[in-house]
């Protein structure tokens, strides 16, 4: 049975969907830039942790994440690929990120992890959490993590990226930084946010997250023509917009 088939699910699912989902989970079982399969597979799982994390929950509620100590309730899969803080920069991205702060993320690299670790580990997040929560959405079950992959990350370092402290936390491809190596993140036709700039770091992280929210939302280089939407989706383009804007503010997105 192939992946994402969605025989079980009440609504059609369009295909591109069920495309973009098998690419994103390919890409999760193999190597990427600073983790290898197994590791990247262990992100994916500790994301779904997070979901039910107690810890989580009472940091949550609580006025600050730090007033409350304890143990993360970690996925089996991590036990010997993720370190604690890695764990904990996953459960906070995906039960709390609103409340993320620069110091946080400077004691998560100076625990050990790189920034470049750090930003392909948001990659693998968002991606899963993504994907996941299209399926919570259609009271569906999760999707099956798939088998690791052997080989090795490619530790790949961009030579343009660099900190914009009014822009990001971590170093950033500049807006006319994409030549050579990255010459293919954006062009002139998609041009460039801030938000799409984010995983920039890992460049194949921005190219693992481009057909994933071109299936979910609408191609990047559709972005700017505001009838794009029209023959392509149930809903139009101003309803697209109105759903995102709604989703956007009840998850405190600040960018």
Known sequence: MPRFDYQQSPYPIRDDLKDAYRGAWSAIANAGTWWNGSQRVAIAAECRAAVGCELCKARKSALSPYAVSGQHDRAPESADQL????????????????????????????????????????????????????????NLDLEPLPEPIAGEPTRYRVPSAQIEA????????????NVG??????????????????????????????????????????????ESADTKRAIDRPQIELIASRVSSFNECFY
Request: hydrophobic share 40%; net charge negative.
């Open 83 to 138: 370190s604690d803080a890695a764990v904990d920069v996953i459960h906070r991205v995906v039960t709390d990120q609103a409340r993320l702060t620069k110091s946080y993320v400077d004691e998560a690299v100076d625990s050990g992890m790189s920034v470049e670790q750090l930003v392909e580990l948001l990659g693998v997040t968002v991606s899963t959490l993504s994907i996941d929560d299209f399926n919570r959405a259609l």
């Open 166 to 177: 009014d822009v990001a936390f971590v170093p950033l491809v500049k807006y006319d930084g």
């Open 181 to 226: 190596n990255e010459s293919d993140l954006w062009t002139e036709q998609t041009g460039v946010t801030n938000v799409m700039r984010g995983l920039s770091l890992v460049p194949n992280a921005v190219r693992e997250w481009k057909p994933l929210c071109g299936a979910q939302y609408i191609p990047l280089e559709e972005v700017h023509d505001l």
